[in-house]
């Protein structure tokens, strides 16, 4: 009998190379399999990350380990579908600046590496440089936006290992990568308001991998992080951006009315965060 070589794995070498756009070497992305039991979808946490339960066959699994394209040699990342529209004129940006991305990196995980199998540490440190990445492309692929969701998948993978680790302070790495989601979400946002950079034309909003929320995720996802995440010493300016996001959430989703539109997790987790929104500010009066 001929077994599949498959069957106890959860991932596979891609048999098409990839070649990287900074310093032409040639590698063979590593993709996560799905069937045979491997993903058992969870919840769904109220910054849009599905969750997953373990199996009792492949153990857990973190789709968004694999997400990232990263060459293994000069560790240039980004998205898969953006790896290879790095522009010409960075490429000398980005070779100039492989040593200090590395060595960022290696402060937080010293034995990371990119040529073996991805685990919760390479799968942090890959959406790490993609948010660091991002800076050398054009405007026209939306890089802001997306530098908010490779920190937010940052932040939840820390989350996870520190589950795992919890005394090795992968909690306090989470909260600073969900504070710069925050930064790069409002960012990507007023970009979009002032034309900068488009966000509302993206395809695939995320944040997470199994399903697209599209901008009014973004805009969800701007109120939930400034509650959560924003600065509170300043109460005036706390209180003025907490006002903020409820006007957003109610314009959005018509909190109180039924949407036929809008059904699913998004519309309850913008209901839930408009009650913790106006809690907050009744508490405050």
């Known amino acids: ?100 991305r590395m060595e960022e990196v290696q402060l937080l995980f010293p034995d990371v590496d990119f040529e073996k199998n991805r685990n919760l540490i390479s799968g942090a440190a890959s959406q790490y440089l993609v948010m660091r990445c991002y800076d050398y492309f054009n405007k026209e692929i939306s890089p802001t936006i997306k530098q908010g969701i490779a920190a937010l998948r940052a932040g939840w993978l820390f989350d996870a290992l520190h589950e795992k680790n919890p005394h090795e302070n992968y909690d306090w790495l989470a909260l600073l990568l969900k504070k710069k989601a925050l930064f790069f979400y409002l960012e990507a946002i007023h970009r979009e308001q002032n034309g900068q950079e488009t966000v509302s034309a993206l395809k695939n909003c995320g944040p997470d991998t199994d399903k697209n929320y599209a901008y009014e995720g973004i805009l969800y996802l701007s109120a939930l992080l400034q509650v959560k995440y924003g600065q509170v010493k300043d109460r005036a300016n706390r209180l003025a951006s907490l006002d903020d996001a409820k006007r957003t959430i109610a314009r959005m989703f018509g909190v109180g009315k039924a949407s036929k539109e809008k059904p699913g997790p998004l519309l309850e987790h913008a209901r839930n965060l408009y009650m913790l929104i106006n809690k907050e500010l009744n508490e405050t009066d």
């Open 1 to 100: 009998m001929i077994f599949d070589k498959r069957e106890n794995k959860l991932s596979y070498q891609a048999k098409d190379e990839t070649i990287c756009p900074a310093c032409s070497t040639v590698f063979y992305r590593e993709e996560l399999l799905t069937g045979g039991g491997r993903l058992i979808a969870g919840t769904i946490t109220d910054e849009l990350h599905r969750l997953y339960e373990p199996s009792a066959k492949y153990g857990e699994v973190h789709p968004l380990v694999y997400q990232a394209t990263v060459c293994p040699q000069c560790w240039f990342a980004s998205m898969e579908k953006d790896f290879f529209l790095l522009p010409a004129s960075a490429v000398e940006q980005v070779n100039n600046d492989q040593e200090k």
